[in-house]
Nanobody
Framework: EVQLVESGGGLVQAGGSLRLSCAAS????????IGWFRQAPGKDREGVSC????????DYADSVKGRFTISTDNAKNTVYLQMNSLKPEDTAVYYC??????????????????WGQGTQVTVSS
């Protein structure tokens, strides 16, 4: 059974940083892509950043390029999202998701089958 557990959310002032972690279990890490998504109140879920570590493919939403960095620790089956220069519009519940390769597109959250419970990120102005 695929299990994804997010951690690292919290309250931060604009311009600050947070690092989210997604601990994965129940599947072969190299066979899956892992993505970070977010959903703000009243808005649709959107892809933030996705990674397929075994083939080096990484995608970022335009809104976070240059500010967020996704990375993996394959020994720990963990994916991180380093978020710098945070803005109030980054406030959302952040989810990680897993999808077997090659059937993933970062911008299409409906393609992703397995989800974590989410972690709240709040950026104050």
């Amino acid at each position: 059974e695929v299990q994804l557990v997010e951690s690292g959310g919290g309250l931060v002032q604009a311009g600050g940083s947070l690092r989210l972690s997604c601990a994965a279990s129940g599947f072969t890490f190299d066979d899956y892509a892992i993505g970070w998504f977010r959903q703000a109140p009243g808005k649709d879920r959107e892809g933030v950043s996705c990674i397929s570590s075994s083939d080096g493919r990484i995608d970022y939403a335009d809104s976070v390029k240059g500010r967020f960095t996704i990375s993996t620790d394959n020994a720990k089956n963990t994916v991180y999202l380093q978020m710098n220069s945070l803005k109030p519009e980054d406030t959302a519940v952040y989810y990680c998701a897993a999808q077997p390769k090659p059937y993933w597109v970062c911008s299409l959250y409906t393609l992703w089958n397995s989800w974590g419970q989410g972690t709240q990120v709040t950026v104050s102005s």
